[in-house]
C-alpha cells in the first residue's frame, strides 16, 4: 500500500513497486492536495497501471481497517512544505501529517501481530533545522524551525512509540527531491515554468541557501530497498545526496540545460527555511546499500524534459 499515491513521490514509489511486480493498494484524497487538479490527474493515471488498484481515503477521517490489510505500507501522504506550514496551513499540517499518521500507525497496529504490515513514514530533512559545517547525521539533535517541521518530529516521535508497541516502523528522511511531476509549489518547478514562459525566476532570499536536492527516481530507490531491508524498528534514514548545492548554482544549471538567461525577480525569504540542509548518507549505505547516483545536472535535464512534455500534450490540436 503506498498512501499519497496521488503525489509526487507517491506516484513514483507506486508506479516503481506494480513494475516490479507487487500488487500495489494506491490511497490518496486528492482533495486534500496543495494542487487538488493535478492529484485528481495523476491518480487517475496510477490507477490505469497494470497492478495498481486505487482506494479514495482521507487517512486523517475514513475507516482505515481494509486499507492497512497490506504486507509493506509506504506512507507518503501529508501536507508537505515550509511556506505553506505557516497561518492556515498550520492546521492542515497538523491534521494530515500528525493525526493522519496517528490513525494510520493505530489501524496497522489494530492487526493481528503475524499480520502487521512493515509501515515506511516519509519524514523530513527539516527536522534538523539548519545543517552546520558537517552533514546531518540521523542522530542530532532534531531541531524544527517551522509548523512543517514540528509534525515531521512529531510524526517521527509517533513511529517510535509504535515501534515500541511492536510495529515495525521505518523513517525516511528525504531532502527536497526534484524531478518529473515535482510540486508545484517547489522551487525548481517553479523556476522551470517560469523561464518557459519569458517570466523572471522567483527565489526566495539570496540564493546562497543549499540544498541536499535528490533526485526522486534516487527517492525511489531507497524507499523500495528499506521495503526489502530488515531494519530496525523506529529506525530513520537519511535519504538525501551527499552534496549540497547552492540556489544559485542550481539556477546557473538549470537555464545552462534551458539555454535561457531570465531575471531573477527575489522574494523575501521564507521563515523557518534552512540555511543548509546536507544528508550525511553513511546509515542509508550501510543498511540499504543506497547512495544517490543522479547529479543535478543529469537531473534537472530530465525535469525539463518533463515540463516541455507536459506543456507540449497541454497545446490544443
Ligand atoms: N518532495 C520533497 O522534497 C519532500 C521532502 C521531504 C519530505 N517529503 C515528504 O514526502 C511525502 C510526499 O511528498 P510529496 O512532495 O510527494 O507531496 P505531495 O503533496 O505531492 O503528495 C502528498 C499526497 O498526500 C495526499 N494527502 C494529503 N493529505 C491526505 C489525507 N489526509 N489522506 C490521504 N491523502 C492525503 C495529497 O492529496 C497528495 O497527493 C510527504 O509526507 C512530504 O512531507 C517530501
Known amino acids: 500500500m503506498v498512501t499519497g499515491a ?38 487517475d493515471e496510477v490507477a490505469a497501471r497494470p497492478g495498481v488498484r486505487a482506494v479514495p481515503a482521507d487517512l486523517a477521517m475514513d475507516d482505515l481497517s481494509a486499507v492497512a490489510a497490506a ?59 539548519s545543517a552546520g559545517h558537517r552533514p546531518n547525521r540521523e542522530d542530532d539533535p532534531l531541531n524544527p524551525a517551522s509548523p512543517y517541521a514540528a509534525s515531521k518530529v512529531e510524526v517521527e516521535r509517533l513511529a517510535a512509540l509504535a515501534a515500541r508497541d511492536g510495529l515495525r516502523t521505518v523513517l525516511l528522511r528525504y531532502f527536497s527531491v526534484y524531478g ?42 531507497a524507499t523500495l530497498a528499506a521495503a526489502g531491508a530488515d531494519l530496525p524498528a523506529g529506525i530513520a534514514v537519511n535519504v538525501g545526496h551527499h552534496e549540497p548545492v547552492a540556489v544559485r548554482s542550481a539556477i546557473g544549471l538549470l537555464t545552462g540545460v534551458l539555454g535561457v538567461r531570465p531575471e531573477i525577480q ?23 546499500g543506497w547512495t544517490a547516483r543522479t547529479g543535478l545536472a543529469e537531473g534537472l535535464a530530465d525535469q525539463i524534459a518533463w515540463h516541455r512534455a507536459l506543456r507540449a500534450q497541454e497545446v490544443p490540436a
Not at 492536495?33 to 495523476?42: H, K, M, N, Q
Not at 500507525?105 to 519524514?123: D, E, K, Q, Y
Request: charged share 25%.
Open 266 to 288: 527575489r522574494e523575501a525569504p521564507v521563515a523557518g527555511d534552512a540555511a543548509r540542509t546536507w544528508a550525511d548518507t553513511g546509515r542509508a549505505a550501510r543498511l540499504l
Open 180 to 221: 518529473p511531476r515535482q510540486r508545484p509549489d517547489m522551487a525548481f518547478h517553479r523556476f522551470v515554468e517560469a523561464a518557459l514562459d519569458g517570466r523572471p525566476l522567483p527565489v526566495f532570499g539570496d540564493g546562497r541557501r543549499s540544498r541536499s536536492f535528490t533526485h526522486v527516481r534516487d527517492v525511489v530507490a
Open 6 to 43: 496521488a503525489g509526487f513521490v507517491g506516484s513514483h514509489v507506486a508506479d516503481a513497486f506494480a513494475l516490479a511486480g507487487h500488487e500495489v493498494v494506491a490511497v490518496d484524497a486528492p482533495a486534500r492536495s496543495l494542487a487538488p487538479d493535478v492529484a485528481r490527474r495523476t491518480f
Open 71 to 129: 504486507d509493506v505500507v509506504v506512507h507518503l501522504a501529508g501536507r508537505p512544505g515550509v511556506r505553506s506550514s505557516w497561518g492556515a496551513g498550520r492546521a492542515a499540517a497538523e491534521r494530515d501529517n500528525v493525526l493522519a499518521t496517528r490513525r494510520l500507525l493505530a489501524a496497522c497496529a489494530a492487526r493481528p501481530a503475524r499480520l502487521r504490515p512493515l509501515v515506511i513514514i516519509a519524514s523530513s530533512s527539516s527536522v534538523y533545522g
